[in-house]
């Protein structure tokens, strides 16, 4: 059996300062990539936006126009959660959802229920099943998907590292 020496707070103090100071503080694009697509997955199902969309209020039938509050019950961005809307700051925060929803819990729970006007906790929680397998099927699947490119992502890795930008992205 081998005894390792105790280290000392000195000891410690100096390999945690240098586990920061090695620590990358870049941009893991697999890892991006992989975050957009489970929010993607959930915004979908929780607020029929995608992440874009949510972040800016930004509706899909016009991209170019601001309409949080006016722009269907369905719709949830965070501009609107947060109480703003085209002309401004409403006072309302949570939304405005018209006749589709009371609340932001209940539009989100009628979302997960293909937007049908009678459903109960059982049809919203049945819903959120299959975001949740689509959620696991991204998450093996990048798994897979870096393992089976390993070898071009270390090459590309390389080529940043001769142009110093290794510092800044990685793959």
Do not use: C
């Not at 949080?68 to 949570?94: C, H, N, Q, W």
């Not at 959802?97 to 009678?118: C, E, H, K």
């Amino acid at each position: 059996m081998h005894l390792m020496a105790k280290e000392t707070k000195k000891e410690k103090k100096a390999r945690l300062a240098a586990a920061r100071r090695n620590r990358f503080k870049g941009v893991n694009v697999p890892v991006v990539l992989e975050s957009y697509a489970q929010s993607a997955v959930w915004t979908e199902a929780l607020f029929n936006v995608n992440p874009v969309e949510f972040l800016t209020g930004r509706i899909p039938e016009n991209k170019t126009v601001y309409n949080p509050g006016s722009d269907g019950g369905s719709v949830i961005t965070l501009p609107e959660l947060a109480g703003f809307r085209r002309d401004g700051f409403s006072g309302k925060i949570g939304g405005n959802f018209g006749t589709y929803a009371d609340n932001a819990v209940d539009a989100m729970a009628r979302n997960l229920s293909g937007g049908a006007a009678d459903y109960d906790t059982m049809t919203a929680i049945r819903g959120m099943v299959m975001p949740a397998v689509t959620s696991a099927g991204i998450g093996i699947g990048f798994n897979i998907g870096k393992k089976m490119t390993r070898k071009p992502r270390a090459a590309a890795n390389r080529l940043l590292k001769r142009f110093e930008l290794d510092k800044w992205i990685k793959f």
